[in-house]
């Protein structure tokens, strides 16, 4: 059972934006920072934003981060057909002292 | 950047107990952790537990606590995973990753930027 809860799916047409909900507590997202995964079929995840809205080298713009009260959100922009995949959100649990990870999200593209 | 290696798939029976390897590579082991994660089919990702390559300190996630136990080995850029006591459930991928974890003035950050391969765990 995840403490951070996602939208099971998004959807959008090419060229279109999505975005992707996180909720947690204050005991997670609100006091702690956010990092953002994408898991394409059948390979591991990919670290995409961490400290709630910066990105690894590598990663594209079209792909944001944001962060208010407990909630986090992961923007795309431009949505391209390689974006479909799972979606996972993360954080610190500052009471469970644990890692924590959201339910998912799968992004289709239309 | 980094790159992390982890050892092949294995089929155990319940009950029994497995080990899987990490092997760390382009990167100074001793800076950042590495965590746990799995993935049973057709679900999303659990955490299981983090080491600090530096201190050795652990942190388990409270259901694999009783079960799990996470090492490193410095000399080798190495940290293995062992969990016991088998289960069906237990039936998953197994990942590494590179986690940087630290604090913030009481903010902690906390991702994991470079993954391994996955192990896939069979238990039947």
């Known amino acids: 059972q995840s403490v951070l809860t996602q939208p099971p799916s998004v959807s959008a047409a090419p060229g279109q934006r999505v975005t992707i909900s996180c909720s947690g507590s204050?005991?997670?997202?609100?006091?702690?920072?956010v990092s953002w995964y994408q898991q394409l079929p059948g390979t591991a995840p990919k670290l995409l934003i961490y400290?709630?809205?910066k990105r690894p080298s590598g990663i594209p713009d079209r792909f944001s981060g944001s962060k208010s009260g407990t909630s986090a959100t992961l923007g795309i922009t431009g949505l391209q057909t390689g974006d479909e995949a799972d979606y996972y959100c993360?954080?610190?649990?500052?009471?469970?002292?644990?890692?924590?990870f959201g339910t998912g999200t799968a992004v289709t593209v239309l | 950047q980094g790159q992390l290696v982890q050892s092949g798939a294995e089929v155990k029976k319940p009950g029994a107990s497995v080990k899987v390897s990490c092997k760390a590579s382009?990167?100074?082991?001793?800076?950042?952790?590495i965590t746990w994660v799995r993935q049973a089919p057709g679900q999303g990702l659990e955490w299981m537990g983090w080491?600090?390559?530096?201190?050795?300190?652990?942190n388990y996630a409270e259901k694999f606590q009783d079960r799990v136990t996470i090492t490193t080995d410095t000399s080798a850029n190495t940290s293995n995973m062992e969990l016991r006591s088998l289960r069906s459930d237990d039936t998953a991928v197994y990942y590494c990753?590179?986690?940087?974890?630290?604090?913030?003035?009481?903010?902690?950050?906390?991702?994991?930027?470079?993954w391994g391969q996955g192990t896939t765990i069979t238990v039947s």
């Open positions: 204050s005991s997670n997202i609100e006091n702690n920072y």
């Open positions: 990753a590179r986690a940087a974890m630290g604090a913030r003035i009481y903010h902690y950050y906390f991702h994991m930027g470079v």
């Open positions: 993360g954080t610190w649990d500052s009471s469970l002292s644990a890692g924590v």
């Open positions: 382009g990167y100074t082991f001793s800076s950042y952790g």
């Open positions: 400290d709630n809205n």
């Open positions: 080491i600090s390559s530096y201190k050795g300190t652990t």
